[in-house]
């Protein structure tokens, strides 16, 4: 490129400017859903631990720099604590399952109002094995909505949810972007009592970072209080009495459609194709019913997030394996859990594992976040 004067001229052979544009959030999140059903369906450690590595791939190929992108090595850190909590209430309360007796606790005798349950006793190596295999799958869906939570901005969430569950996703999104803040402001605070050679680990480090973390977190929220209060929060439109009828009936009627084709589909004795009408009647009024609602809250939109070929390939691939692991388990095909009485070892079906090499393709067909991108 060379520039003469007011006049640039560019090179023919010059690669065309990257367009730089955040990926919709409610393409991540419906990825890393699709990912927290198959994590769901299945026990198996080797499916669960591929489900966690692809989130993390994923994770690490498209999060931005901002302090929420930063989070997922925290959803997992928590993970593996639940994991731990799980075997640890297995051994203590859990049933004896098997007969591979790894050592014998004291027995504590509870009252008869506790009939059934038993604290201590014989612990089996299977009984450790399924409490291990409960705590994971607990875990890989933590780590699935971790990916979510690191992958897609909040605040641009909220900027997509329609009107009629504004206060309701003000209220999630709240609550979705406490633990980046809270991990960013405890990351500030080690860091301020390492520079004046206080301790950051051990009790002492705990309770001397908890005070601090703790008032920011109530400064954080009187100020957003306030904030909202300014903004209007809360404020509703006039409407007909006709129109808030029409809402109620639609909204009533999606959730009578939808828990009938539910037991539908859930029994049976019922054809399966009038549950999943009846489903999709009541998916169609639901959605009727938002818009139709949607008319209380009146909400402009500056520069919407746009919807276009990556989002809808998010999308699809985090439905991909849900849909793999959901036929898989319908089908019974071998693999998707694992026994522990006897112990075996778990297997991989094959089409698990096509649907979570689908679940990639957003670390390759996503663009890379504008505060990532190389100027």
Known sequence: MTTTGTTTAVSPTAAPPRIERWVHPGAWWIWALGLAVAASRTTNPLLLGLIVAVAAYVVFARRPSAPWGRTFTAF??????????????????????????????????????????????????????????????????????????SLASPARLLASVPGALYEAGVAVVIAVTFAPQLITDLRRVRAARRLRGRPVRGLRGIAGSALPVLEGALERSVHLAAAMDSRGYGRVADRTQRQRRLSAATLLGSLTLGLIGVYAMLDASAPMIVGAVLLVSGGTLAIIGVRIAGARSPRSRYRPDPWRLPEWVTASSGLAPAAAFIAASVL???????????????????????GLAIALLPAWVTPQPPDRQPR
């Open 332 to 354: 019974t095909i071998p693999g998707m859990s694992t026994p522990v009485d006897p112990a075996q070892w778990p297997q991989l079906p094959i089409i698990a594992v096509a």
């Open 76 to 149: 997992l850190v928590l993970g593996a604590i639940i994991i731990a909590i799980r075997v640890v209430f297995q051994i203590l309360l859990g049933v004896p399952v098997g007969s591979t007796v790894l050592f014998v606790l004291p027995t504590i005798d509870l009252p008869d109002a506790f009939a059934g349950v038993s604290v201590g006793g014989e612990v089996t190596g299977e009984e450790i094995l399924a409490g291990a295999y409960d705590g994971m799958r607990l875990a890989t869906i933590l780590a699935c909505v971790g990916a979510a939570n």
